[in-house]
């Protein structure tokens, strides 16, 4: 039984389960976003591998990227993105070529770099508000561009695979 001049254990305990919340929360949206982006890079690089060689500079209509580059723009663009969270100015790495084999060997660098970034990041990092071309976002809306613009480039080169008549590899979540 408690004494008088304690509170009981039972009245603390929703108290220190609400000032928790922020701290799971964070680390839960890292989880999450780790999760994710492994799993965007092993269906990314699985899209790629079903173009063949000889259809990498296809193009669905002359002013829109080819397939490889629709595949370089998105793996470039992820540390363009997650330049927000350092401030500096994003490096612009590319492929030896626009080759296939390049191309994957790319895709792949840039997500492992991706991944080791985003699990480097703190609470207060994501938390953090940024100034981006976009304006004032917060990290959270940072790394949910990250994924939002990488479904997109990703989405329109299968639309490439089709065209061609390759049905894409089942989506993954």
Same mark, same amino acid.
């Given at each position: 039984?408690?004494?008088?001049?304690?509170?009981?254990?039972?009245a603390?305990?929703?108290?220190l389960?609400?000032?928790?919340?922020?701290?799971?929360?964070? @680390?839960?949206?890292q989880t999450?976003?780790?999760?994710?982006?492994?799993?965007?890079?092993?269906?990314?690089?699985q899209?790629a591998n079903?173009?063949?060689?000889s259809s !990498?500079?296809?193009?669905?209509?002359p002013?829109?990227?080819?397939f490889?580059e629709?595949?370089?723009?998105?793996?470039?663009?992820?540390g363009?993105?997650?330049?927000?969270?350092s401030?500096g100015?994003?490096?612009?790495?590319?492929?030896a070529s626009?080759k296939?084999?390049d191309?994957?060997a790319f895709?792949?660098?840039?997500?492992?770099g991706?991944?080791?970034?985003?699990?480097k990041? @703190?609470?207060d990092?994501i938390?953090?508000? !940024?100034?981006s071309?976009?304006?004032?976002?917060t990290?959270l809306?940072?790394?949910?561009?990250?994924m939002?613009?990488?479904?997109h480039?990703?989405a329109?080169?299968?639309? !490439?695979?089709?065209?061609?008549?390759i049905t894409?590899a089942? !989506?993954q979540f």
């Amino acid at each position: 039984m408690p004494s008088h001049n304690q509170p009981p254990f039972r009245a603390l305990l929703p108290i220190l389960i609400l000032a928790a919340l922020p701290v799971f929360g964070q @680390t839960d949206v890292q989880t999450v976003v780790l999760k994710h982006l492994k799993t965007s890079r092993d269906f990314t690089l699985q899209v790629a591998n079903q173009m063949p060689e000889s259809s !990498y500079d296809f193009k669905l209509t002359p002013p829109q990227m080819s397939f490889a580059e629709q595949m370089v723009h998105l793996s470039q663009e992820m540390g363009g993105v997650l330049a927000n969270f350092s401030g500096g100015k994003p490096v612009i790495s590319k492929p030896a070529s626009l080759k296939k084999t390049d191309v994957l060997a790319f895709i792949q660098k840039s997500f492992d770099g991706t991944i080791d970034q985003v699990s480097k990041l @703190t609470p207060d990092q994501i938390a953090k508000t !940024y100034q981006s071309e976009a304006g004032t976002v917060t990290g959270l809306e940072v790394l949910m561009f990250l994924m939002d613009h990488t479904t997109h480039h990703r989405a329109s080169a299968e639309m !490439y695979l089709r065209a061609k008549g390759i049905t894409p590899a089942e !989506y993954q979540f």
